[in-house]
């Protein structure tokens, strides 16, 4: 049975450092996170790199559509100025990059397929395509993860061996028969709207179970106790002292 680990950094560690980042991966790290998730769009040249908006004017301060913008001109780009000045200058790396540097560390990617509008299937092939010829599952495990069905779909298909999470805000009435059907090892879900009924039947149906985004250790606890496997969060340094 896949394990889950009992706290993963969420977008890096979003709460600490700028998100979808290889600073957000080294901080993570340093505050003893075996797991990292982050987030997965393509470029406009159909690169998958690592980010979470549609636009990037949030985290960049370019006004435009990621969609839009071929890799080269991403590579302009600094996605760090904007939590901090000391992490000006920090790039939008590829997922290549982010998965070599947790493989040169010997930790876990669970890579979240973040779809611009219309591009669920070529996400989802892109990232399955690079995790199925470059991460080595037989010394360290991994995750695909989405909330979008078509893109994990994709990834069932093409990466059949790299396991898979479903990702719901809340809980789906259908969510038994779409874990299923994508052959998903775990179930995510918004922290906010898991009972402890649901997480019951979750864990009674023989799935992994993680709760997102949860930051505040005492509501951390409260989910644990309702049979919650791993706490996702922004700030794993805090939970992990927390717990």
């Known amino acids: 049975m896949f394990q889950l680990p009992r706290i993963m950094g969420h977008r890096g560690a979003a709460g600490v450092a ?3 980042t290889l600073a ?7 505050q003893g996170m075996q797991w990292i998730e982050f987030d997965v769009m393509l470029s406009g040249d159909g690169v998958p ?6 636009s990037l004017k ?3 301060g370019c006004d435009a559509l990621m969609a839009d913008t071929p890799l080269a001109d991403l590579r302009k780009l600094e996605a760090g100025a904007w939590f901090a000045p000391e992490f000006a200058g920090e790039p939008i790396p590829t997922l290549e990059e982010a998965l070599r540097f947790l493989l040169d560390r010997g930790l876990s990617p669970n890579v979240e397929i973040k779809p611009s509008r219309g591009k669920a299937v070529p996400t989802g092939r892109a990232v399955a395509e690079v995790m199925a010829g470059f991460w080595p599952l037989e010394r360290i495990p991994a995750l695909i993860c989405a909330f979008d069905r078509e893109g994990l779909a994709v990834a069932r298909d093409l990466a059949p061996k790299v396991p898979r999470a479903f990702l719901m805000r809340r809980p789906h009435r259908d969510w038994r028969a779409a874990a299923k059907t994508l052959k998903c090892s775990t179930i995510h879900i918004g922290g906010r709207w898991l009972s402890a009924r649901v997480a019951r039947d979750i864990k009674d149906a023989g799935y992994g179970l993680a709760a997102f985004t949860v930051n ?4 951390a606890k409260r989910l644990i106790a309702r049979g919650v496997d791993c706490i996702i969060t922004d700030v794993p340094g805090k939970i992990a002292a927390g717990l």
């Open 49 to 54: 790199v690592l980010f979470h908006d549609d």
């Open 18 to 20: 700028p998100e979808n």
């Open 58 to 60: 949030r985290t960049t």
């Open 216 to 219: 505040d250790p005492a509501h």
């Open 24 to 30: 957000g991966l080294r901080i993570a790290a340093e």
